[in-house]
């Protein structure tokens, strides 16, 4: 029971390989790739201007989005509402007509509605950012669900958290990331989270719909099958119990 303790213990551990002082030490440094804007987005879109009220038509499309929040019972993070990028990587605001924003980066497309903007406002302030950004967390972590974030720049250790951690089955040296591009192909890759490296992967800043899954471990099968026969086992002694019981008293 004490060797099996201290092997678990050690499995539950992020970043094994990191030595244990306490030493300020860099580790790495994380390249952060900003996600493309694609069909079937949907985005808060923002203008704003110096004349009062300018651009409320605009800005009443994104509804909940600035105020969503984390779900207590699951967990998760309700998406906003928001502008769709059509098939044809289009988006059609009020007022400014059609936009094309597709394969462009939130920045670039902040400048894009900005210049279109310009033709109705004087000095608008234009902000442009993901409501549908979407990461799912399965498999053997505490919270398993699909999370809307209004922010781009997340790791795989934020979804992790926004999950509530992997539980103590979970196989962290094997933890799978799917990915669809641009094309619409998938792919997956898996990452070791006990491993600083980690930091350095291309695959540690997620993106729109990636789906991250944690395997369990077989520590998972053996604790049912350890359990289902102890229930027995223990049945089975409750059982006999009494039959020795009743014998000896019926004597």
Same mark, same amino acid.
């Given at each position: !029971?004490?060797?099996?303790?201290?092997?678990?213990?050690?499995?539950?551990?992020?970043?094994?390989?990191?030595?244990?002082?306490?030493?300020?030490? @860099?580790?790495?440094?994380?390249?952060?790739?900003?996600?493309?804007?694609?069909?079937? $987005?949907?985005?808060?879109?923002?203008?704003?201007?110096?004349?009062? $009220?300018?651009?409320?038509?605009?800005?009443?499309?994104?509804?909940?989005?600035?105020?969503?929040?984390?779900?207590?019972?699951?967990?998760?993070?309700?998406?906003?509402?928001?502008?769709?990028?059509?098939? $044809?990587?289009?988006?059609?605001?009020?007022?400014?007509?059609?936009?094309?924003?597709?394969?462009?980066?939130?920045?670039?497309?902040? @400048?894009?509605?900005?210049?279109?903007?310009?033709?109705?406002?004087?000095?608008?302030?234009?902000?442009?950012?993901?409501?549908?950004?979407?990461?799912?967390?399965?498999?053997?972590?505490?919270?398993?669900?699909?999370?809307?974030?209004?922010?781009?720049?997340?790791?795989?250790?934020?979804?992790?958290?926004?999950?509530? $951690?992997?539980?103590?089955?979970?196989?962290?040296?094997?933890?799978?990331? !799917?990915?669809?591009?641009?094309?619409?192909?998938?792919?997956?890759?898996?990452?070791? !989270?006990?491993?600083?490296?980690?930091?350095?992967?291309?695959?540690?800043?997620?993106?729109?719909?990636?789906?991250?899954?944690? @395997?369990?471990?077989?520590?998972?099968?053996?604790?049912?099958?350890?359990?289902?026969?102890?229930?027995?086992?223990?049945?089975?002694?409750?059982?006999?119990?009494?039959?020795?019981?009743?014998?000896?008293?019926?004597?």
């Amino acid at each position: !029971m004490v060797l099996n303790s201290c092997t678990t213990s050690k499995k539950l551990k992020y970043f094994q390989d990191l030595p244990e002082n306490t030493q300020l030490k @860099e580790i790495g440094q994380s390249q952060f790739t900003e996600p493309v804007i694609q069909a079937d $987005d949907i985005l808060s879109i923002n203008v704003n201007t110096t004349e009062a $009220d300018a651009g409320q038509i605009i800005n009443a499309r994104n509804g909940v989005n600035l105020t969503a929040g984390i779900n207590s019972a699951t967990g998760s993070i309700g998406v906003g509402a928001g502008y769709l990028v059509d098939k $044809d990587g289009l988006v059609e605001i009020p007022i400014l007509g059609k936009v094309h924003l597709s394969g462009l980066t939130t920045s670039v497309a902040k @400048e894009a509605v900005r210049t279109a903007a310009k033709k109705y406002f004087k000095d608008p302030i234009v902000d442009v950012r993901f409501s549908n950004f979407k990461v799912t967390v399965l498999g053997e972590v505490n919270h398993p669900a699909s999370y809307f974030l209004p922010n781009e720049r997340v790791t795989v250790l934020d979804a992790i958290g926004y999950a509530g $951690d992997m539980t103590i089955y979970g196989k962290r040296n094997n933890v799978l990331i !799917m990915r669809k591009n641009t094309e619409g192909k998938n792919f997956v890759v898996t990452v070791d !989270m006990t491993k600083k490296d980690i930091i350095n992967s291309p695959y540690f800043y997620l993106k729109q719909n990636d789906v991250v899954y944690v @395997e369990p471990r077989r520590g998972r099968q053996d604790a049912n099958t350890e359990n289902t026969v102890l229930k027995y086992i223990t049945v089975a002694a409750t059982v006999l119990t009494a039959i020795v019981l009743l014998h000896r008293y019926s004597l």
